[in-house]
């Protein structure tokens, strides 16, 4: 994002808040769409405001359509580790925003190139990505396709993993809220989500060490044990309780393996 494009979103921040003249709202991080401000005097809300380019505003228009409608029409919402929308709106008639929940903590995306991801981190955020988030939602229908590292915060204080940046869970909702039984295009976002999840899963892994023949062993087991019962999950597994089963059967086999450390009490 140019430094114009950050000051103009910044400014209009500043504007929708009734901040003082001594007062500057942040815009951080970019991103391809959007930006998302926050106030600078540590509220619990985010503001997402979104660019002023074709591309942002054809993102914009398809998002917004759905928060007005209301997202949390979507099954498995509203979730504790799913970021909520508060309000969506324009402003000045032009520019499109939404106020959201503030989530505390970073990206997986940013730890993981930071290096700071600790041992003790990965099972607790394996364990909310595929029990709080994945298979709940999925399994009632949810599916989207943009899985990956950098759309999950993990908060290393509390130890939380929240699902952030939430467009693309605005995907399919016609299709989910209008024609559940129709899932061509929730099939299509699966098959492109699948290899991030695996390679998510991959990467926390990592953090501990691999050489290429125990990233061969996970890739194994992934693809036995787990990826069998994610292609069909909300179509032929259903029973969110059947899905926590063969999910616990999967951290086994990586215990089994010496992938995983194994869980003492």
């Known amino acids: 994002m140019k430094k114009s494009e ?11 808040l009734e901040l003082n003249d001594n007062d500057m709202a942040e815009a951080t991080p970019p991103g391809r769409f ?11 809300l ?25 997202i949390e029409r979507l099954p498995g919402l509203p ?21 959201q929940e503030w989530i505390s903590g970073d990206s997986l995306e ?33 599916v ?11 908060d290393a204080n509390t130890q939380k993993l929240t ?27 699966r098959a492109f989500a699948l290899p991030r999840l695996r390679q998510m899963v991959l990467r926390l892994l990592q953090t501990q060490g691999f050489d290429r023949g125990m990233q061969k062993k996970y890739r194994a087991i992934w693809d036995k044990e787990f990826l069998p019962v994610l292609k069909v999950l909300g179509r032929e597994i259903t029973d969110e309780l059947v899905a926590v089963t063969h999910y616990h059967h999967f951290i086994s086999e990586l215990e089994t393996a010496g992938l995983l450390p194994t869980l003492t009490v």
């Open 79 to 99: 979730s504790e580790n799913v970021q909520k929308i508060i309000r969506a709106d324009r402003y000045n008639k032009e520019r499109n925003y939404i106020i």
């Open 46 to 70: 985010g503001i997402k405001i979104y660019k002023n380019n074709d591309d942002g505003r054809r993102q914009a228009n398809r998002a917004m359509a759905v928060y007005l409608q209301d």
């Open 6 to 16: 950050r000051m103009e979103i910044a400014e209009i921040a500043k504007d929708m």
């Open 163 to 189: 699902l952030i940046d939430i467009d693309s869970l605005t995907t399919y909702y016609e299709e989910i809220i209008e024609t559940p039984d129709v899932w061509n295009r929730r099939e299509r976002g």
């Open 110 to 142: 940013y730890l993981q190139i930071k290096n700071a991801i600790e041992p003790a981190h990965i099972r607790p955020i394996i364990e909310q990505l595929f029990l709080n988030i994945i298979i709940p939602l999925w399994t009632k229908g949810t």
């Open 144 to 154: 989207w396709w943009d899985s990956r590292d950098g759309n999950y915060c993990f």
């Open 34 to 44: 959007a930006a998302t401000v926050i106030h600078p005097n540590n509220c619990d």
